[in-house]
T-cell receptor, first 112, second 113 residues
Framework: DAGVIQSPRHEVTEMGQEVTLRCKPI?????LFWYRQTMMRGLELLIY????????DSGMPEDRFSAKMPNASFSTLKIQPSEPRDSAVYFC??????????FGSGTRLTVV | AQSVTQLGSHVSVSEGALVLLRCNYS??????LFWYVQYPNQGLQLLLK??????LVKGINGFEAEFKKSETSFHLTKPSAHMSDAAEYFC???????????FGKGTLLTVNP
């Protein structure tokens, strides 16, 4: 089991550019979560999916953020246009019935 | 609604001393409770979890936690701290495996030689 796989590990982009973060959950897990971690706000849930359907996106900061899960093995988090305040570590996690939550290694995003 | 409060953003102990990290939760339904550890520039690793079975839960690296419903607490302990335990620790609550996980602000553990 390769765990939850996130890409890229690091991303540096200029303000105004589009950024796409990717996540491959653990096979068989039916829930997927996107979190953002910053020094000021800690770990915040952005959005989560059950069986590829978005359940709660109340944590998505604004319309510049969007997330998709086209199938059970892939999800993306897109920021367009990016701003310096979006700089953070973004974590993806997956879980299944009766099992715990497994986190990916995160994507460190820097917007300059 | 669910929430977690971790008392003490920074705890410092001597090597070999007891580690006690405090966590109190709020949940409208029976909770699932978790402790995660995060080493610098790394992801979150599960230490242990409570999912309505035994109230004393043993985890990895010698850590354990006790679920106390009357006190709405889930404190993390380790009898003897090791230098390698220095990290940030997060308590989290959910209402089920397929529901959102809500984290506390974290406690940074420092271990002094």
């Amino acid at each position: 089991d390769a765990g939850v796989i996130q890409s890229p590990r690091h991303e540096v982009t200029e303000m105004g550019q589009e950024v796409t973060l990717r996540c491959k959950p653990i096979s068989g897990h039916n829930s997927l979560f996107w979190y953002r971690q910053t020094m000021m706000r800690g770990l915040e849930l952005l959005i989560y999916f059950n069986n590829n359907v978005p359940i709660d996106d109340s944590g998505m900061p604004e319309d510049r953020f969007s997330a998709k899960m086209p199938n059970a093995s892939f999800s993306t988090l897109k920021i367009q246009p990016s701003e310096p305040r979006d700089s953070a570590v973004y974590f993806c996690a997956s879980s299944g019935q009766g099992v715990g939550y497994t986190f990916g290694s995160g994507t460190r995003l820097t917007v300059v | 609604a669910q929430s977690v409060t971790q008392l003490g953003s920074h705890v410092s102990v001597s090597e070999g001393a007891l580690v006690l990290l405090r966590c109190n939760y709020s949940s409208s339904v029976p909770p699932y409770l978790f402790w995660y550890v995060q080493y610098p520039n790394q992801g979150l690793q599960l230490l242990l979890k409570y999912t309505s079975a035994a109230t004393l839960v043993k985890g990895i690296n010698g850590f354990e936690a006790e679920f106390k419903k009357s006190e709405t607490s889930f404190h993390l302990t380790k009898p003897s701290a090791h230098m390698s335990d220095a990290a940030e620790y997060f308590c989290a609550v959910s209402t089920g495996s397929n529901y959102k996980l809500t984290f506390g602000k974290g406690t940074l553990l420092t271990v002094n030689p």
